[in-house]
């Protein structure tokens, strides 16, 4: 698999058998504003530490026809359970899908304001993946707005992509480069964390161009993207010191539902 290094405001880097090495860091114009649509059971948005939120209207969540509860098997288990809370609560469209463990990440990076990502195999429109997240900063005085672990998504190539953080100051974080327009979209706060390192379990859902960012069993972020257009999904670390190893991300536990397209 192919991995991918951006400036934006970030930097990622990771390591893996599954991946490959990714070209030469690219720069990302600097960031424009576009309108976002959320529902009206968003949390309140984090003020952004590097570039403005874009504004929102609101909207609410469609009503959810009856589906199956799925029953789950040994290995999904969890994951199975989780996906049947999301539909009860209307987060997710479907229970259907397919189920895919993936193998635990680990990637240090020290390149302040990129971001670098690894993909995985799977290339899902709507879907919801979840990960155990650990990570650590060489530096006490690190950009922690800049520095975190999360995934990017709808991935066609370095100028057309998606990639949402969580960040070490608390904070998650979505940004979006359509041929290679960049822009940060709706942002929320998770709460605070230790620093240098501390650790979190955080679960990514799109579906029907909605985003919905789950920390620790809290609602971060809800919003509609009508500009997801399909493609690859990744791994990815964000950078915010040059210091020593930079910035350090471990996964494990991750989880991957392909939900319907």
């Not at 809370?85 to 193998?103: N, P, V």
Request: glycine fraction near 6%; charged fraction near 20%; proline fraction near 6%.
């Amino acid at each position: 698999m192919k991995h991918h290094n951006f400036s934006v405001v970030i930097v990622l880097l990771f390591f893996s058998s599954l991946y490959a090495c990714s070209p030469t860091p690219v720069k990302m114009a600097s960031p424009t504003g576009e309108s976002v649509q959320e529902p009206s059971n968003t949390p309140e948005p984090a003020t952004p530490t590097t570039a403005p939120t874009v504004a929102a209207t609101k909207t609410s969540k469609p009503t959810i026809p009856a589906s199956p509860t799925i029953v789950p098997t040994s290995e999904s288990a969890a994951m199975e359970k989780l996906i049947n809370q999301l539909y009860e609560k209307g987060t997710i469209s479907s229970t259907d899908g397919a189920y895919h463990r993936l193998d635990d990440f680990q990637k240090e990076w020290a390149q302040l304001y990129y971001y670098q990502w690894w993909y995985t195999d799977y290339s899902p429109s709507n879907f919801v993946i979840q990960a155990d997240l650990e990570w650590e900063s060489a530096s006490k005085t690190a950009n922690l707005g800049d520095s975190g672990c999360g995934f990017v998504y709808h991935t066609e190539d370095n100028q057309n992509h998606h990639a949402t953080f969580l960040m070490m100051d608390g904070k998650v974080q979505t940004y979006r480069s359509l041929n290679n327009n960049w822009t940060q979209m709706k942002g929320g706060y998770a709460g605070k964390f230790n620093t240098p390192s501390d650790k979190a379990h955080m679960i990514l859902i799109v579906d029907n161009q909605i985003i919905t960012v789950i920390v620790n069993n809290k609602e971060v972020v809800h919003f509609e993207d009508k500009k997801l257009t399909g493609g690859k999904l990744g791994l990815t670390l964000a950078s915010g010191t040059n210091k020593d190893f930079g910035t350090r991300c471990k996964m494990t536990n991750i989880e991957l539902w392909e939900l319907p397209e």
